[in-house]
């Protein structure tokens, strides 16, 4: 049985950790074959968006506490140093200026790494079964994937604060609360409400997506000066995109779909 499944249909990706015996937990093979997924996902001209999810009842656990961990256990400074770029399965770090959007359908647990896997998406869909949580601080040690910096990014300290130092996890309810997910939908349209946010995003110019996703990377943690000038440069440049005068025409005409919300966008 394949430890991950990759497919590909209509531009979207569907990426599924499969280990389910594991809680999908995340051993050296799989970490390396999410880093091939990622890559060949960032290179196919024939993919625009990604959707990430688990098989069986989580999402994702983590880092296999059995083969992933015991290397690190006295790993000297070099070391550290050597292969800390490599991230968890890459999106977390080292592939995570990727600027196609990716999803996440949470179907389970998201816990510990697999937390930070699901934070490293741009959009979090949450089944009502979704849990998340860090217990590392349990364990002897704590988020070293991107996990703080990322929850204090979309959620703030105070939550970053209580969930790390607690060590207690958060139901989907809290998790929505708190701006962690977008929604939460019922598990047995997790993939379905996956697809459709997909869909929207794929009726626009991807060109625009990808400047305006690369842009907040971009801005984040910066001064308002540097921002502010980052968004202007980014902006007026997608200016030069070919397929705008077509765009603007429809407009123009009023031919347009979804024009000033009055009907719907077809997806």
């Known amino acids: 049985m394949p430890k991950l499944i990759y497919e590909k249909r209509d531009r979207i990706a569907y990426v599924t950790l499969n280990r389910p015996e594991a809680k999908n937990a995340i051993d050296p093979e799989l970490h390396r074959l999410l880093w091939r997924t990622w890559e060949d996902f960032r290179d196919d001209a024939g993919l625009d968006v990604a959707i990430l999810t688990g098989s069986g009842d989580a999402f994702c656990a983590g880092a296999d ?3 992933f961990i015991p290397p690190w256990l006295g790993a000297d400074p070099l070391r550290v140093r050597r292969v800390v770029q490599d991230g968890l399965g890459g999106l977390t770090r080292g592939l995570h200026r990727l600027t196609k959007p990716v999803i996440a359908a949470v179907n389970g647990w998201a816990l510990a790494g697999g937390f930070e896997l699901a934070l490293a998406c741009d959009i979090r869909i949450a089944s009502e079964h979704a849990r998340f949580g860090s217990f590392e601080a349990r364990r002897g040690y704590h988020h070293g994937d991107g996990g703080i910096v990322r929850l204090v990014n979309t959620c703030g300290a105070g939550v970053a604060l209580e969930m790390l130092l607690t060590a207690e996890p958060i139901d989907a309810a809290r998790a929505l609360g708190c701006n962690l997910v977008a929604r939460v939908v019922p598990h047995a349209t997790l993939l379905a409400e996956a697809e459709r946010v997909a869909r929207q995003i794929l009726r626009n ?10 842009t907040i990377l971009d801005v984040l943690g910066r001064p308002l000066d540097d921002q502010l000038r ?5 902006g007026y440049s997608c200016v030069a995109n070919p397929a705008i005068p077509g765009r603007l025409a429809r407009f123009y005409d009023k031919t347009d ?3 000033a919300g009055t009907h719907a966008t077809d997806l």
């Open 257 to 259: 779909r979804g024009r």
């Open 65 to 67: 506490l059995k083969t």
């Open 205 to 214: 110019d991807q060109l625009a997506v990808r400047s305006a996703k690369e």
């Open 230 to 234: 980052i968004e202007a440069l980014n």
